[in-house]
């Protein structure tokens, strides 16, 4: 299994021969590529085998699946088409998936993925396309079909595979955050934007209560979902508005994170407590909150190698969390 | 081991977060964060009925999975 940053030279060597890959890369680069078995999302940002964090315009970040996939079929979803991802996964497999930030098709799969239809029913993974950090708002995130070459802004991209027989998946996560001791908060209703918060239950403006109580927004809120922890990061705070990168959703109890003194530390002491073996981790990425709050350009996070997004998705859409695809033999 | 029929006890016993178990198969945990909220301890038979169907669906579909194998040992044992 091979992740590594390569040229477009290299990356296309591999398409030629047939390998089923995961590509992230600028989008002028991944328009080079020739057709074949793979599907990609723009971000220049990455981890490493060799560099560990680094920005890169010039290279794309390849992950070859083709030891796992026995067939793939790759299909661009619309909005209301994404309500069908888990029932159109087969049964005997998992699927890979790459949305284009800020659009429509990002905000529904937020909102809703954990209500679709067949939740769960095959693992799925994958990560949020974006673009470089100065040019936000001059360039769109893309995702790329490489069967046909189709480019698309306003689609998720899924490769759905089928794994050898021999072959199990599981997916995973990293989460550095955890709640902390301090209050309460709810939602009156699901959403990437909120005024009021009920503290405690009792309802007051959000923003004034982050004020006051002086919230570090670096620091993501946490729901535990039976004990996995999901977190909201912070996007913007004023008096009328608190804009999150991801939903809030009703009836969920948050608490603000716990603040974490140094990422490599609690990503350590996060691996050892997951227990997990590097040998079988196939693919990787990690928030662009992580790598700007956590320094890691040049910095290692070992086993893990990937590109750095603008959300991951684990089943459902994340924060500032790594998220992972492990492969077993049966 | 294969996953046990929907009668068991324990299936019930989870969705209405009568007993809690530590899991490892994320995408039932996911599940289970609104399963639980929306069936409560006092949840009527119709909504404890269909958060096991979902829950037991989940875990049969993936039952090749290394974490839902974990998952059956710790609920069943």
Redesign the interface.
Known sequence: MQQDIMTIAAASELITKGKTLLLAGEESLLKQLPKGKWIGGTIPYFISPNQGGLVSQDKIFVTDISAMAASVEVKAYSETELTKVYTEAGDSGFSFIVIPAMTGVHAAFALNAPNYDNFGSQPLIGWVAGVHLDNLGKEKPRVFDGLTGECADNAAMVMHVTLPRNKAVDVGIVNIFEQGEGDTLTFGADGFACTDVLVNGVKENFAAYIERNKLDTKLPLVADYYGALVNISFQSVTAEEVKFYAPVFHGVRYKHAKAVSDYATAFDGQLKKIGLSQDNVVFSCNCILNYLYSGLEGKNTAPFVGPITFGEIAYQLLNQTLVYLEMHDK | MNVPSKTQKQWADIVTGRK?Y??K??????????L???VGPNGSPESIRDAVDQLH??YE??A????VQEDLKTIFG
């Open positions: 809690a530590e899991l198969f994320l995408a039932a945990k996911i599940m289970l964060g609104r639980v909220r929306t669906a989940i579909k993936n090749a999975s290394p974490s």
